[in-house]
Protein backbone atom coordinates (compact mmCIF):
# COMPACT_ATOMS: atom_id res chain seq x y z
CA UNK A 1 0.00 0.00 0.00
CA UNK A 2 1.03 3.41 -0.83
CA UNK A 3 0.88 5.61 2.01
CA UNK A 4 1.14 9.53 1.69
CA UNK A 5 2.34 12.20 4.83
CA UNK A 6 1.49 15.75 4.74
CA UNK A 7 3.90 17.62 6.99
CA UNK A 8 7.52 16.52 7.33
CA UNK A 9 8.39 17.82 10.87
CA UNK A 10 9.04 16.09 14.14
CA UNK A 11 5.83 14.08 13.74
CA UNK A 12 5.39 13.65 9.92
CA UNK A 13 8.75 13.09 9.09
CA UNK A 14 8.93 10.39 11.76
CA UNK A 15 5.68 8.51 10.80
CA UNK A 16 7.00 8.62 7.31
CA UNK A 17 10.41 6.99 8.34
CA UNK A 18 8.50 4.41 10.80
CA UNK A 19 5.38 3.36 8.08
CA UNK A 20 8.60 2.85 5.43
CA UNK A 21 10.11 0.65 7.85
CA UNK A 22 7.20 -1.10 7.92
CA UNK A 23 7.46 -1.82 4.28
CA UNK A 24 5.22 0.31 3.45
CA UNK A 25 5.92 2.88 0.38
CA UNK A 26 5.55 6.24 1.52
CA UNK A 27 6.18 9.64 0.71
CA UNK A 28 6.82 12.64 2.92
CA UNK A 29 5.03 16.03 1.78
CA UNK A 30 6.32 19.25 3.27
CA UNK A 31 5.14 22.39 1.44
CA UNK A 32 8.70 24.24 2.05
CA UNK A 33 10.41 23.13 -0.79
CA UNK A 34 13.96 24.02 0.62
CA UNK A 35 13.05 21.59 4.30
CA UNK A 36 12.30 18.81 0.92
CA UNK A 37 15.57 19.33 -1.24
CA UNK A 38 17.12 18.99 2.07
CA UNK A 39 15.64 15.77 2.83
CA UNK A 40 16.21 14.66 -0.76
CA UNK A 41 20.03 15.42 -0.07
CA UNK A 42 19.95 13.08 2.94
CA UNK A 43 20.09 16.34 5.31
CA UNK A 44 17.67 15.39 8.42
CA UNK A 45 16.47 18.62 9.80
CA UNK A 46 15.51 18.12 12.87
CA UNK A 47 17.39 16.23 15.84
CA UNK A 48 16.03 13.21 16.68
CA UNK A 49 17.80 10.25 18.09
CA UNK A 50 17.58 7.40 15.60
CA UNK A 51 15.70 9.08 12.87
CA UNK A 52 18.77 9.72 10.60
CA UNK A 53 19.70 6.16 9.71
CA UNK A 54 15.82 5.23 9.40
CA UNK A 55 15.51 7.76 6.50
CA UNK A 56 19.08 7.23 5.23
CA UNK A 57 18.09 2.89 4.83
CA UNK A 58 14.43 3.47 3.63
CA UNK A 59 15.52 6.05 1.24
CA UNK A 60 18.05 3.63 -0.14
CA UNK A 61 15.22 0.55 -0.47
CA UNK A 62 13.79 3.09 -2.30
CA UNK A 63 10.31 3.08 0.35
CA UNK A 64 10.40 6.56 1.36
CA UNK A 65 10.97 9.74 -0.66
CA UNK A 66 9.83 13.62 -0.34
CA UNK A 67 8.05 15.85 -2.33
CA UNK A 68 6.80 19.05 -2.23
CA UNK A 69 3.55 18.03 -4.62
CA UNK A 70 0.90 17.16 -2.80
CA UNK A 71 -1.15 16.38 -5.35
CA UNK A 72 0.73 13.50 -7.02
CA UNK A 73 1.64 12.19 -3.89
CA UNK A 74 -1.44 11.96 -2.46
CA UNK A 75 -3.11 10.27 -6.13
CA UNK A 76 -3.39 6.60 -5.53
CA UNK A 77 -2.36 6.32 -1.63
CA UNK A 78 -4.38 4.16 0.22
CA UNK A 79 -3.86 6.29 3.57
CA UNK A 80 -3.47 10.06 3.55
CA UNK A 81 -1.48 11.04 7.15
CA UNK A 82 -2.02 14.64 8.03
CA UNK A 83 1.01 16.27 10.25
CA UNK A 84 0.81 19.80 10.11
CA UNK A 85 1.31 22.11 13.09
CA UNK A 86 -2.02 23.41 15.10
CA UNK A 87 0.06 26.11 17.29
CA UNK A 88 -2.27 28.50 19.42
CA UNK A 89 -4.35 31.09 17.63
CA UNK A 90 -2.75 34.40 17.79
CA UNK A 91 -3.15 35.81 21.35
CA UNK A 92 -6.11 32.95 22.13
CA UNK A 93 -6.14 29.63 23.67
CA UNK A 94 -8.13 27.39 20.84
CA UNK A 95 -5.92 25.87 18.51
CA UNK A 96 -5.16 27.02 14.77
CA UNK A 97 -7.02 25.08 12.77
CA UNK A 98 -5.72 27.23 9.31
CA UNK A 99 -2.66 24.11 8.21
CA UNK A 100 -5.09 21.01 9.03
CA UNK A 101 -7.97 22.88 6.93
CA UNK A 102 -5.26 24.11 3.84
CA UNK A 103 -3.75 20.51 4.03
CA UNK A 104 -7.29 18.99 3.85
CA UNK A 105 -8.87 20.84 0.99
CA UNK A 106 -5.84 20.01 -1.10
CA UNK A 107 -5.61 16.47 -0.63
CA UNK A 108 -9.43 16.75 -1.27
CA UNK A 109 -8.95 18.32 -4.63
CA UNK A 110 -5.99 15.41 -5.23
CA UNK A 111 -8.29 12.44 -3.76
CA UNK A 112 -8.84 9.43 -6.45
CA UNK A 113 -9.82 5.83 -5.48
CA UNK A 114 -10.87 5.14 -2.73
CA UNK A 115 -8.18 6.57 0.80
CA UNK A 116 -8.68 6.79 4.27
CA UNK A 117 -7.73 10.74 5.11
CA UNK A 118 -6.14 10.36 8.81
CA UNK A 119 -5.50 13.77 10.87
CA UNK A 120 -2.03 12.40 13.11
CA UNK A 121 -1.80 16.36 14.16
CA UNK A 122 -3.08 16.87 17.50
CA UNK A 123 -6.80 18.70 16.60
CA UNK A 124 -9.59 19.37 18.77
CA UNK A 125 -12.98 17.53 19.13
CA UNK A 126 -14.88 17.82 16.36
CA UNK A 127 -12.25 18.11 13.57
CA UNK A 128 -12.51 14.73 11.94
CA UNK A 129 -16.28 15.87 11.07
CA UNK A 130 -15.01 19.51 10.47
CA UNK A 131 -12.65 18.15 7.61
CA UNK A 132 -15.24 15.41 6.23
CA UNK A 133 -17.55 17.90 5.79
CA UNK A 134 -14.54 20.34 4.20
CA UNK A 135 -13.50 17.39 1.70
CA UNK A 136 -16.97 16.51 0.48
CA UNK A 137 -17.64 20.47 -0.09
CA UNK A 138 -14.22 20.75 -2.65
CA UNK A 139 -15.01 17.16 -3.88
CA UNK A 140 -18.21 16.03 -3.82
CA UNK A 141 -17.35 13.07 -5.93
CA UNK A 142 -15.06 11.87 -4.03
CA UNK A 143 -14.69 8.57 -2.37
CA UNK A 144 -12.68 8.46 0.94
CA UNK A 145 -13.06 7.83 4.76
CA UNK A 146 -11.88 9.97 8.00
CA UNK A 147 -10.10 8.47 10.50
CA UNK A 148 -8.23 10.50 13.57
CA UNK A 149 -5.48 9.02 14.62
CA UNK A 150 -3.45 10.89 17.64
CA UNK A 151 0.15 10.40 17.92
CA UNK A 152 1.54 10.05 21.51
CA UNK A 153 5.53 10.32 20.56
CA UNK A 154 7.86 12.01 22.50
CA UNK A 155 10.41 14.54 21.40
CA UNK A 156 13.79 13.12 21.96
CA UNK A 157 12.36 9.37 21.46
CA UNK A 158 10.37 10.07 18.92
CA UNK A 159 11.70 7.22 16.46
CA UNK A 160 11.69 4.60 19.89
CA UNK A 161 7.64 6.00 21.09
CA UNK A 162 6.41 5.20 17.38
CA UNK A 163 7.85 1.79 16.95
CA UNK A 164 7.35 0.62 20.37
CA UNK A 165 4.15 2.73 21.67
CA UNK A 166 1.94 2.14 24.39
CA UNK A 167 -1.11 2.03 22.49
CA UNK A 168 -2.48 3.23 19.27
CA UNK A 169 -5.95 5.18 19.11
CA UNK A 170 -8.06 4.90 16.11
CA UNK A 171 -11.40 7.34 15.65
CA UNK A 172 -13.33 6.63 12.78
CA UNK A 173 -16.64 6.15 11.75
CA UNK A 174 -16.80 3.42 9.33
CA UNK A 175 -15.68 -0.32 8.84
CA UNK A 176 -13.53 -0.33 5.67
CA UNK A 177 -11.77 2.79 7.67
CA UNK A 178 -11.19 0.16 10.71
CA UNK A 179 -9.90 -1.89 8.08
CA UNK A 180 -7.24 0.35 5.89
CA UNK A 181 -5.80 1.28 9.35
CA UNK A 182 -5.45 -2.02 10.93
CA UNK A 183 -3.49 -2.89 8.03
CA UNK A 184 -1.31 0.46 8.40
CA UNK A 185 -0.70 -0.59 11.89
CA UNK A 186 -0.42 -4.51 11.78
CA UNK A 187 3.21 -4.97 12.43
CA UNK A 188 2.66 -3.35 15.90
CA UNK A 189 -0.62 -4.73 16.69
CA UNK A 190 1.33 -8.64 15.73
CA UNK A 191 3.85 -7.43 18.28
CA UNK A 192 0.96 -6.89 20.85
CA UNK A 193 0.50 -3.32 20.37
CA UNK A 194 -3.29 -1.94 21.91
CA UNK A 195 -5.29 -0.87 18.99
CA UNK A 196 -8.47 0.97 20.46
CA UNK A 197 -11.02 1.52 18.05
CA UNK A 198 -13.40 4.66 18.99
CA UNK A 199 -15.58 7.20 17.64
CA UNK A 200 -14.00 10.57 16.51
CA UNK A 201 -14.47 12.65 18.93
CA UNK A 202 -13.28 10.37 21.75
CA UNK A 203 -9.96 9.97 19.63
CA UNK A 204 -9.77 13.33 19.80
CA UNK A 205 -10.19 14.16 23.43
CA UNK A 206 -8.23 11.15 24.59
CA UNK A 207 -4.64 12.72 22.90
CA UNK A 208 -5.78 15.98 25.26
CA UNK A 209 -6.81 14.18 27.84
CA UNK A 210 -3.50 12.05 28.21
CA UNK A 211 -1.04 15.68 27.45
CA UNK A 212 -3.30 17.61 29.90
CA UNK A 213 -2.88 14.88 32.38
CA UNK A 214 0.76 14.67 32.20
CA UNK A 215 1.26 18.30 32.32
CA UNK A 216 -0.64 18.11 35.39
CA UNK A 217 1.91 15.60 37.00
CA UNK A 218 4.43 18.10 36.20
CA UNK A 219 2.76 20.79 37.56
CA UNK A 220 1.98 19.14 40.70
CA UNK A 221 5.43 17.40 41.22
CA UNK A 222 6.60 21.72 40.83
CA UNK A 223 4.50 22.71 43.47
CA UNK A 224 5.88 20.29 45.52
CA UNK A 225 9.08 21.14 45.00
CA UNK A 226 8.39 24.61 45.95
CA UNK A 227 7.22 23.21 49.17
CA UNK A 228 9.54 21.07 50.11
CA UNK A 229 12.45 24.11 50.26
CA UNK A 230 9.88 25.95 52.35
CA UNK A 231 9.79 22.92 54.95
CA UNK A 232 13.62 21.66 54.44
CA UNK A 233 11.83 18.45 52.53
CA UNK A 234 13.72 16.48 49.96
CA UNK A 235 11.98 16.12 46.63
CA UNK A 236 13.77 13.87 45.19
CA UNK A 237 12.77 11.42 48.58
CA UNK A 238 9.07 12.69 48.01
CA UNK A 239 8.53 11.46 44.50
CA UNK A 240 10.56 8.31 45.01
CA UNK A 241 8.19 7.91 48.35
CA UNK A 242 4.82 8.98 46.01
CA UNK A 243 6.13 7.04 43.49
CA UNK A 244 6.70 3.50 44.33
CA UNK A 245 3.00 3.23 44.89
CA UNK A 246 1.77 1.66 42.04
CA UNK A 247 -1.40 3.94 42.01
CA UNK A 248 1.04 6.90 41.10
CA UNK A 249 4.50 5.65 39.52
CA UNK A 250 7.37 7.46 38.93
CA UNK A 251 6.98 8.86 35.48
CA UNK A 252 6.51 12.81 34.78
CA UNK A 253 7.37 13.32 38.75
CA UNK A 254 10.47 15.12 38.22
CA UNK A 255 10.33 18.90 39.06
CA UNK A 256 11.50 21.51 36.42
CA UNK A 257 11.70 24.92 35.04
CA UNK A 258 8.35 24.70 33.82
CA UNK A 259 6.96 22.63 30.98
CA UNK A 260 7.51 23.75 27.43
CA UNK A 261 7.79 22.60 24.03
CA UNK A 262 5.40 22.18 21.24
CA UNK A 263 2.64 20.01 22.55
CA UNK A 264 1.96 20.27 26.51
CA UNK A 265 1.47 24.25 26.58
CA UNK A 266 -0.59 24.75 23.75
CA UNK A 267 -2.63 21.13 24.26
CA UNK A 268 -3.19 22.17 27.37
CA UNK A 269 -4.72 25.77 26.48
CA UNK A 270 -6.38 24.31 23.49
CA UNK A 271 -8.35 21.86 25.76
CA UNK A 272 -9.53 24.72 28.36
CA UNK A 273 -10.86 26.27 24.98
CA UNK A 274 -12.65 23.12 23.77
CA UNK A 275 -14.25 22.43 27.57
CA UNK A 276 -15.48 26.30 27.28
CA UNK A 277 -17.13 26.00 23.90
CA UNK A 278 -18.78 23.07 25.35
CA UNK A 279 -19.63 24.55 28.82
CA UNK A 280 -17.90 22.01 30.67
CA UNK A 281 -15.32 23.25 32.97
CA UNK A 282 -11.33 22.50 33.13
CA UNK A 283 -10.39 24.56 36.57
CA UNK A 284 -7.73 22.02 37.43
CA UNK A 285 -6.15 22.18 33.66
CA UNK A 286 -6.54 26.23 34.06
CA UNK A 287 -4.84 26.10 37.20
CA UNK A 288 -1.83 23.73 36.22
CA UNK A 289 -1.37 26.31 32.58
CA UNK A 290 -1.51 29.30 35.15
CA UNK A 291 1.01 27.47 37.47
CA UNK A 292 3.45 26.77 34.93
CA UNK A 293 3.81 30.55 33.64
CA UNK A 294 4.39 31.78 36.81
CA UNK A 295 7.28 29.19 37.92
CA UNK A 296 9.04 29.95 34.08
CA UNK A 297 8.40 33.84 34.97
CA UNK A 298 9.74 32.89 38.94
CA UNK A 299 13.17 31.31 37.83
CA UNK A 300 15.07 35.20 37.01
CA UNK A 301 13.90 36.19 40.93
CA UNK A 302 15.60 32.71 41.92
CA UNK A 303 18.49 33.52 40.14
CA UNK A 304 18.91 37.22 41.40
CA UNK A 305 18.22 35.99 44.70
CA UNK A 306 21.33 33.25 44.54
CA UNK A 307 23.80 36.04 42.85
CA UNK A 308 22.38 38.70 45.06
CA UNK A 309 20.89 41.20 42.23
CA UNK A 310 21.79 40.86 38.71
CA UNK A 311 22.76 44.13 37.56
CA UNK A 312 26.35 43.93 36.15
CA UNK A 313 26.47 39.78 36.33
CA UNK A 314 27.28 37.46 33.82
CA UNK A 315 25.09 34.59 33.70
CA UNK A 316 25.71 30.99 31.84
CA UNK A 317 23.23 29.15 30.62
CA UNK A 318 23.27 25.80 30.11
CA UNK A 319 20.74 24.36 28.22
CA UNK A 320 18.37 26.02 25.32
CA UNK A 321 15.20 23.49 24.33
CA UNK A 322 12.77 22.65 26.35
CA UNK A 323 14.10 18.98 27.32
CA UNK A 324 16.98 16.53 26.32
CA UNK A 325 17.80 15.36 23.09
CA UNK A 326 15.92 17.46 21.06
CA UNK A 327 16.62 21.17 19.17
CA UNK A 328 13.05 22.45 19.63
CA UNK A 329 12.88 25.41 21.27
CA UNK A 330 8.97 26.35 21.21
CA UNK A 331 7.95 27.59 24.73
CA UNK A 332 11.17 26.47 26.08
CA UNK A 333 11.82 27.99 29.90
CA UNK A 334 15.09 29.68 28.24
CA UNK A 335 13.23 31.94 26.04
CA UNK A 336 11.37 33.46 29.50
CA UNK A 337 14.18 33.19 31.60
CA UNK A 338 17.16 34.74 29.52
CA UNK A 339 15.38 38.35 28.54
CA UNK A 340 14.22 38.27 32.22
CA UNK A 341 17.62 37.99 33.04
CA UNK A 342 18.67 40.81 30.18
CA UNK A 343 16.47 43.19 31.08
CA UNK A 344 17.56 43.24 34.96
CA UNK A 345 21.14 43.98 33.68
CA UNK A 346 22.67 40.47 33.61
CA UNK A 347 24.89 39.43 30.56
CA UNK A 348 24.84 36.14 28.98
CA UNK A 349 26.50 33.57 28.02
CA UNK A 350 24.87 29.64 26.40
CA UNK A 351 25.69 26.44 24.87
CA UNK A 352 23.43 23.66 23.67
CA UNK A 353 24.24 20.89 22.17
CA UNK A 354 22.08 20.87 19.84
CA UNK A 355 20.32 24.22 19.78
CA UNK A 356 22.55 27.19 19.26
CA UNK A 357 21.71 27.69 15.29
CA UNK A 358 18.19 27.43 15.75
CA UNK A 359 18.35 29.95 19.12
CA UNK A 360 20.87 32.09 17.90
CA UNK A 361 18.54 34.39 15.90
CA UNK A 362 15.83 34.56 18.47
CA UNK A 363 17.73 35.22 21.49
CA UNK A 364 19.57 38.52 20.93
CA UNK A 365 22.62 40.04 22.78
CA UNK A 366 23.79 36.24 24.35
CA UNK A 367 27.33 35.50 23.54
CA UNK A 368 27.20 31.61 22.35
CA UNK A 369 30.05 29.24 23.40
CA UNK A 370 31.06 25.86 22.12
CA UNK A 371 30.85 24.17 25.51
CA UNK A 372 29.89 24.06 29.29
CA UNK A 373 33.78 25.61 30.22
CA UNK A 374 33.49 28.12 27.67
CA UNK A 375 30.33 29.33 28.98
CA UNK A 376 31.15 29.49 32.27
CA UNK A 377 34.12 31.60 32.14
CA UNK A 378 34.52 34.55 34.52
CA UNK A 379 30.30 33.39 35.08
CA UNK A 380 28.74 34.38 38.65
CA UNK A 381 26.54 31.52 38.17
CA UNK A 382 25.68 28.87 36.14
CA UNK A 383 22.16 27.65 35.41
CA UNK A 384 21.29 24.29 34.20
CA UNK A 385 17.94 24.65 32.17
CA UNK A 386 17.97 21.33 29.99
CA UNK A 387 19.03 18.29 31.53
CA UNK A 388 21.01 16.92 28.44
CA UNK A 389 22.96 14.33 29.75
CA UNK A 390 26.77 15.43 28.76
CA UNK A 391 25.80 18.39 31.69
CA UNK A 392 25.80 15.12 34.03
CA UNK A 393 29.41 14.03 33.86
CA UNK A 394 30.66 17.68 33.47
CA UNK A 395 33.99 18.31 35.87
CA UNK A 396 32.40 20.69 38.32
CA UNK A 397 36.06 21.73 40.00
CA UNK A 398 37.01 22.63 36.38
CA UNK A 399 33.98 24.51 35.77
CA UNK A 400 34.39 26.39 39.28
CA UNK A 401 37.42 27.22 38.71
CA UNK A 402 36.81 29.44 35.79
CA UNK A 403 34.00 31.07 37.23
CA UNK A 404 33.89 34.70 39.13
CA UNK A 405 31.72 33.42 41.92
CA UNK A 406 31.17 29.17 41.89
CA UNK A 407 27.35 29.08 42.41
CA UNK A 408 25.40 26.89 40.40
CA UNK A 409 21.43 26.94 39.88
CA UNK A 410 20.06 23.44 38.83
CA UNK A 411 16.76 23.98 37.30
CA UNK A 412 16.43 20.06 36.69
CA UNK A 413 18.16 18.14 39.59
CA UNK A 414 20.61 16.57 37.69
CA UNK A 415 23.48 16.28 40.17
CA UNK A 416 23.88 14.73 43.68
CA UNK A 417 24.02 17.24 46.19
CA UNK A 418 26.34 15.64 48.27
CA UNK A 419 28.82 15.24 45.32
CA UNK A 420 28.31 19.01 44.58
CA UNK A 421 28.88 19.41 48.30
CA UNK A 422 32.84 18.41 47.88
CA UNK A 423 33.12 21.30 45.20
CA UNK A 424 33.34 24.67 45.88
CA UNK A 425 30.01 25.29 44.15
CA UNK A 426 26.83 26.96 46.31
CA UNK A 427 24.56 24.75 44.70
CA UNK A 428 20.86 25.90 44.35
CA UNK A 429 18.76 22.78 43.05
CA UNK A 430 14.74 22.16 43.40
CA UNK A 431 12.91 21.09 46.21
CA UNK A 432 16.18 20.52 48.10
CA UNK A 433 18.10 22.66 50.58
CA UNK A 434 20.96 24.26 49.41
CA UNK A 435 24.27 23.40 49.56
CA UNK A 436 27.18 25.41 50.64
CA UNK A 437 30.66 23.76 50.17
CA UNK A 438 32.52 21.63 52.45
CA UNK A 439 34.78 23.66 54.49
P1 LIG B 1 6.13 20.87 12.88
O1 LIG B 1 5.85 22.31 12.95
O2 LIG B 1 7.45 20.33 13.31
O3 LIG B 1 5.88 20.33 11.38
C1 LIG B 1 4.78 20.66 10.61
C2 LIG B 1 5.21 20.63 9.15
O4 LIG B 1 4.06 20.70 8.32
C3 LIG B 1 6.10 21.80 8.76
O5 LIG B 1 7.30 21.31 8.18
C4 LIG B 1 5.25 22.57 7.72
O6 LIG B 1 6.03 23.16 6.70
C5 LIG B 1 4.37 21.46 7.17
N1 LIG B 1 3.12 21.89 6.55
C6 LIG B 1 2.20 22.76 7.04
N2 LIG B 1 1.17 22.86 6.17
C7 LIG B 1 1.43 22.03 5.13
C8 LIG B 1 0.75 21.70 3.92
N3 LIG B 1 -0.44 22.22 3.61
N4 LIG B 1 1.34 20.85 3.07
C9 LIG B 1 2.54 20.30 3.36
N5 LIG B 1 3.22 20.57 4.50
C10 LIG B 1 2.68 21.42 5.35
O7 LIG B 1 4.97 20.17 13.73
P2 LIG B 1 5.06 18.86 14.64
O8 LIG B 1 5.77 19.15 15.91
O9 LIG B 1 5.48 17.71 13.78
O10 LIG B 1 3.52 18.68 15.04
C11 LIG B 1 2.55 18.31 14.07
C12 LIG B 1 1.27 17.95 14.79
O11 LIG B 1 1.49 16.78 15.62
C13 LIG B 1 0.75 19.02 15.74
O12 LIG B 1 -0.64 19.00 15.73
C14 LIG B 1 1.26 18.57 17.11
O13 LIG B 1 0.46 19.03 18.16
C15 LIG B 1 1.17 17.07 16.97
N6 LIG B 1 2.08 16.34 17.83
C16 LIG B 1 3.36 16.78 17.99
C17 LIG B 1 4.25 16.07 18.80
C18 LIG B 1 5.65 16.55 18.98
O14 LIG B 1 6.31 16.05 19.89
N7 LIG B 1 6.15 17.48 18.19
C19 LIG B 1 3.82 14.89 19.42
C20 LIG B 1 2.51 14.44 19.22
C21 LIG B 1 1.64 15.18 18.42
Same mark, same amino acid.
Given at each position: ?? &? ?13 ACLSEFGFEV ?8 ? %? ?19 ? @? ?41 ? %? ?8 ? @? ?11 ? &? ?6 ? !? $?????? &? ?15 ? $?????? #? ?28 ? *? ?8 ? =? ?26 ? $????? #???? &? ?5 ? #? ?6 ? !? ?16 ? /? ?23 ? +??? !?? $? ?17 ? /??? +? ?37 ? /? ?12 ? @? ?9 ? =????FRGLDLRRLA ?6 ? /???? *?????AGDVAKTPFV??? !????? %?????
Amino acid at each position: MR &VAVVGAGYVGLVTAACLSEFGFEVICIDKEADK %VERLRQGEIPIHEPGLDGLVF @ANRRAGRLDFSDDLASAVRGAGVVFIAVGTPSRRGEDAADLAF %VRAAAEQIGR @ALDGFTVVVTKST &VPVGTARI !L $EQLIRN &VRPDADFAMASNPEFLR $EGSAVE #DFLRPDRIVVGLSSEIARERMSEVYRPLML *RGVPLLFTNF =ETAELIKYAANAYLATRIGFINEMADLC $EAVGA #DVGA &VTRGMGL #DRRIGLHY !LQPGPGFGGSCFPKDTRA /LTSIAKQAGARSRIVEAVIEANAAR +KES !LA $ERIAAAVGGLRGKRVAVLG /LSF +KAETDDLREAASFVVIPALQKEGATITAYDPVAIAAARP /LLPDVTWCGDAYET @AKDADAIVVLT =EWNEFRGLDLRRLAAQMRKPV /LIDF *RNIYSAGDVAKTPFVYHS !LGRTT %VEPQA
